[in-house]
């Protein structure tokens, strides 16, 4: 129980994929400009990532490493992402009728598609595979990134409305103050590091 605990506080604080690893920052940093999208792409994470790293890591695991292709691992995964996200947007019991987005398009119909071409969901694929993990902590590992992605994703929202009514010289407005901000919360987070050895 405690190493399951250690590998989620791990790679949702202390290995955050934003700011430890620098992957997935062009989509925090777009999403945060609207709640909505923020919130809708942090729910679909929460679900894309745990699922995507648990069959990443069979497919690994039972076919690309007794096989010897692991020189197609990259190409194999971004396959499996669109099929997984292909086949999440055919599966409308999962998303509630309520949610739907700014143009009446449901969440899943509107940000499924951004996923698929998300670089958060392949950096992770790759992370987890780089500490070669098995399928449980491979699953824990996904809903961790998953946890961090949508905190940070909540951070970068809360601060950027602030920042909106702040009295921000001109030069810093828009994404440099957002970037400043982020380099703040990486250096923050750095704080996180003495948790896990």
Same mark, same amino acid.
């Not at 620098?22 to 809708?40: F, S």
């Not at 679900?47 to 069979?58: G, H």
């Not at 292709?69 to 971004?78: D, E, K, P």
């Not at 595979?129 to 992605?149: C, E, K, M, P, R």
């Given at each position: 129980?405690?190493? !399951?605990? $250690? ?38 994470? $929460? !679900? $894309? ?30 396959? @499996?992402?669109?099929? !997984?996200?292909?086949? @999440?947007?055919? =599966?409308? #019991?999962?998303?509630? #009728?309520? =949610?739907?987005?700014?143009?009446? #398009? ?19 694929? $790759? ?15 996904? /809903?961790?990134?998953? !946890?961090?992605?949508? @905190?940070?994703?909540? /951070? ?16 810093? #407005? ?9 380099? /703040? ?13």
């Amino acid at each position: 129980m405690e190493e !399951i605990f $250690l590998v989620l506080i791990s790679s949702a604080l202390v290995n955050n994929i934003v700011v430890a690893h620098v992957i997935g920052t062009d989509p925090a940093l777009v999403a945060t400009q609207r709640r909505d999208v923020a919130r809708g792409i942090s729910c679909l994470m $929460l !679900i $894309l990532l745990p699922l995507t790293t648990v069959i990443a890591s069979a497919t690994s695991q039972l076919i690309l490493i007794p096989l010897q292709l692991q020189y197609l691992q990259t190409f194999v995964f971004v396959m @499996l992402i669109i099929m !997984i996200v292909y086949g @999440l947007r055919l =599966w409308p #019991k999962l998303w509630p #009728k309520s =949610w739907s987005g700014p143009f009446g #398009k449901s969440g899943a119909e509107m940000f499924l598609p951004l996923e698929g071409v998300n670089v958060t969901v392949l950096g992770t694929l $790759l992370l987890n595979q780089q500490q070669d993990n098995n399928l449980f902590y491979s699953f824990i590992f996904g /809903l961790g990134t998953a !946890i961090g992605f949508a @905190l940070m994703l909540a /951070l970068l929202t809360a601060i950027n409305t602030r920042l909106e009514m702040a009295d921000v010289p001109a030069p810093f #407005k828009g994404l440099s103050i957002t970037l400043l901000t982020l380099g /703040l919360i990486s250096m923050a987070f750095l704080g996180f590091s003495g948790l896990v050895k």
